[in-house]
T-cell receptor, first 113, second 110 residues
């Protein structure tokens, strides 16, 4: 049973464009919705996260949009830069139950100069 | 520097050999995890630990053994390596919903 579905698998965007990555989940008990960013040869690192009491959170060029009724959340990267080229993972979870993290399969983002 | 250190970063071994991947954290986080990352599968949880001497299986535990005698260390052992265990292994610790990952150990089993 796939609890977390991430799309697309890969994405190519021109510099300055908008990158959008989606994550759908099934578990209604999830209450913490993070995105992780992973550069080649490195471990993933938390990029941005949202809790369900808000529908949107913005940090610089990165925005999370959260749709509780649809059980989906999205990562938007505005003015995408070549340095944003990385693999992005969603990992919705019940924040207090640290061991229940299930990662999406990842989206490989390539930003062309 | 504070953080998570994994060793070795690269390891080549042969089928049937025992291999231990080391993980050390400096934050004293209670939770620690081992993930493997494979193309097409993303990150899959192998084992996790809620505290010293408390460990439990994740999604893909077969063929792996863990121990945690001290809070800061969480070694992963492949008792008899198989080719299907060729992968990149990540250790992580957790602070309330956020994972902090090491840089990974790339293991090749010939």
């Amino acid at each position: 049973q796939q609890q977390v579905k991430q799309s697309p698998q890969s994405l190519i965007v021109q510099k300055g464009g908008i990158s959008i990555i989606n994550c759908a989940y099934e578990n209604t008990a999830f209450d913490y919705f993070p995105w992780y960013q992973q550069f080649p040869g490195k471990g993933p690192a938390l990029l941005i996260a949202i809790r369900p009491d808000v529908s949107e959170k913005k940090e610089g060029r990165f925005t999370i949009s959260f749709n509780k009724s649809a059980k989906q959340f999205s990562l938007h990267i505005m003015d995408s830069q070549p340095g944003d080229s990385a693999t992005y993972f969603c990992a919705p979870n019940s924040g207090g139950s640290n061991y229940k993290l299930t990662f999406g399969k990842g989206t490989l983002l390539t930003v062309n100069p | 520097d504070a953080g998570i250190t994994q060793s070795p970063r690269y390891k080549i071994t042969e089928t049937g050999r025992q291999v231990t991947l080391m993980c050390h954290q400096t934050w004293s986080h209670s939770y620690m995890f081992w993930y493997r990352q494979d193309l097409g599968h993303g990150l899959r949880l192998i084992y996790y630990s809620a505290a010293a001497d408390i460990t439990d299986k994740g999604e893909v535990p077969d063929g792996y053994v863990v121990s945690r005698s001290k809070t800061e260390n969480f070694p992963l052992t492949l008792e008899s390596a198989t080719r299907s265990q060729t992968s990149v292994y990540f250790c992580a610790s957790s602070r309330v919903g956020e994972l902090f990952f090491g840089e990974g150990s790339r293991l090749t089993v010939l």
